[in-house]
């Protein structure tokens, strides 16, 4: 492939790709935008076939362009890989890892293996990363990111879970809140009354809840609808109401002394399980690989036994 396509060429399409247009990766470049799309133009033609269309203001991958994406990705991956295992026959602690993970993992991380990584290897850079599940799954999948840690992933063969635990979906509440006095678990029809706040549609929690909602034939009226974990916190914190999510979404910042984790009964939302995965088949450096047993130790000994504790 390399004999038949240019190198530089072949960089400023998975630029394009990666920007989400040739402005945005002419800018990265620092090239002139007709420039990246000749570039592009003439790949095509070594190809002898389209490998973007246009999609909106930006631009998308064709099946073709997709094919050579996945090629290339999987090509620097093999290559980084060499060049990880060749640094640690010679001993040399370098590299880079990229992580993505939901928001609720971040303060976990930060506070367990991550720091003890760094610690331990301070010449080796780290990428962390928040996003939906979807976002996480598709990084993962597209081998731009090494690790992902996410709440209930897709069935995907091109995925590997190398840990998983439970995490159920409660109802969130102040423990003021007149669903804490009902002493029982709730039906989602229990909510109706009440004002909540829920996550958008690209993460697992919400889609669960949805599939609950589904079987239990209502749908919850939603005053608050965020990207962010941390959002669905301030917003039980404050008293605006309930909030449906994992004991994860409480930043350890926010004073949630007050906050009661209330037990639903829909088996749907206890189903749900927290899961560090990585690229199906794909060659991890030495270092990511490392990083990747401290993080499924140390979540089978921490997160794991809390997962087992009874809800407060």
């Not at 229990?190 to 034939?217: C, K, N, W």
Request: net charge neutral; charged share 25%.
């Amino acid at each position: 492939m390399d004999d038949k396509l240019d190198t530089r060429r072949l960089r400023y399409f998975m630029q394009v790709l990666e920007s989400g247009s040739v402005r945005g990766a002419a800018e990265v470049l620092d090239m002139d935008p007709s420039a990246v799309s000749r570039a592009v133009g003439l790949l095509e033609k070594e190809c002898g076939t389209l490998l973007l269309e246009r999609r909106g203001r930006g631009v998308a991958p064709t099946d073709a362009g997709e094919l050579l994406s996945v090629y290339l990705r999987r090509q620097e991956s093999q290559k980084q890989h060499l060049l990880a295992q060749m640094d640690a026959i010679r001993k040399v602690e370098r590299g880079h890892i990229d992580i993505v993970a939901g928001e609720g993992y971040i303060d976990w991380l930060m506070r367990h293996s991550l720091q003890t990584f760094m610690r331990s290897h301070p010449a080796i850079t780290v990428s962390l990363e928040v996003g939906s599940s979807d976002e996480i799954v598709r990084r993962v999948i597209d081998e731009r990111a090494h690790i992902g840690l996410l709440f209930q992933p897709p069935r995907d063969e091109r995925l590997r879970s190398h840990h998983s635990h439970p995490q159920p979906i409660q109802a969130l509440v102040l423990a003021t809140h007149p669903l804490a006095r009902l002493g029982r678990p709730l039906r989602l029809a229990d909510l109706m009354p009440y004002p909540g706040a829920t996550l958008q549609r690209s993460f697992g929690v919400r889609q669960h809840i949805e599939a609950a909602e589904i079987g239990e034939g209502v749908r919850l009226p939603t005053l608050l609808t965020t990207t962010s974990f941390s959002a669905l916190g301030y917003f039980v914190v404050a008293g605006l109401g309930y909030a449906l999510s994992t004991r994860m979404s409480l930043p350890p910042h926010l004073d949630t002394a007050a906050v009661a984790e209330l037990p639903m009964k829909n088996p749907l939302l206890h189903q749900g399980r927290s899961h560090v995965i990585s690229r199906h088949g794909r060659m991890l450096a030495p270092a990511a690989t490392e990083l990747l047993r401290l993080i499924v130790s140390d979540m089978a000994g921490t997160m794991g036994a809390a997962a087992r504790e009874p809800a407060g």
